[in-house]
């Protein structure tokens, strides 16, 4: 059974800092591609940002400079650091695993977590 377990949300002034955890089991972890998802009302679900097996990353433009993502495979775990927070950044973040090139022609798979909510206060 493949669970992802968010942690780390919570209210936070503007400027300040949080950082999310995922914690992942069930799959092979260092074959995924691992991605912090967010979800304000309103509004459609957005890529934050995603790291490859291999560490590569990706951001959209509006968090960089300001987040960051990293894994630790020893932990089958995904955190994304966010610093310099705004009230824009609102939003439940989610965690994603999904099967990256290492892969290779197995079965794909596409996990998602529960979310944990980030509030920014202005």
């Known amino acids: 059974q493949v669970q992802l377990v968010e942690s780390g949300g919570g209210l936070v002034q503007a400027g300040g800092s949080l950082r999310l955890s995922c914690a992942a089991s069930?799959?092979?972890?260092?074959?995924?591609?691992m991605g912090w998802y967010r979800q304000a009302p309103g509004k459609q679900r957005e890529l934050v940002a995603a790291?490859?097996?291999?560490?590569?990353?990706n951001y959209v433009d509006s968090v960089k400079g300001r987040f960051t993502i990293s894994r630790d495979n020893a932990k089958n775990t995904v955190y994304l650091q966010m610093n310099s927070l705004k009230p824009e950044d609102t939003a439940v973040y989610y965690c994603n695993a999904r099967s990256g090139s290492a892969w290779g022609t197995r079965t794909p798979y596409d996990y998602w977590g529960q979310g944990t909510q980030v509030t920014v206060s202005s």
């Open positions: 069930g799959i092979i972890f260092s074959f995924s591609v």
């Open positions: 790291i490859s097996s291999g560490g590569s990353t």
